[in-house]
């Protein structure tokens, strides 16, 4: 499998997690329940933080053959 390939996997992944933060968000914006409320917090910030390194990975796995690009330091070997 090409980076570019992988590269693809990973935005399919990050689609999925952005929609489902989108359906917590939906969620926490319904319930006024405070211990639920921190509950779909939690997974919010969790998969949010997911959702960015995903993203970041699809950019690097993408670009990662072009010439000039500067990587992201954090993916850096």
């Known amino acids: 499998m090409k980076l ?3 590269a693809v996997s990973y935005r399919n ?4 997690l952005a929609v489902r933060i989108a ?5 926490w914006a319904q319930t006024e329940d405070p ?3 921190r509950g779909l917090e ?3 910030e969790t998969l949010t933080a997911m959702y960015r390194e995903t ?3 699809a ?3 993408e670009r990662y053959y072009e010439r000039g690009y ?8």
Not at 13 to 16: K, Q
């Open 4 to 6: 570019k390939e992988l």
């Open 13 to 16: 992944s990050a689609h999925i």
């Open 23 to 27: 359906r917590l968000k939906q969620e």
């Open 35 to 37: 211990q639920v409320r």
């Open 42 to 44: 939690l997974r919010i």
């Open 55 to 57: 993203r970041d990975v």
């Open 59 to 61: 950019v690097v796995c």
């Open 70 to 77: 500067c990587r992201n330091a954090k993916y850096k070997i």
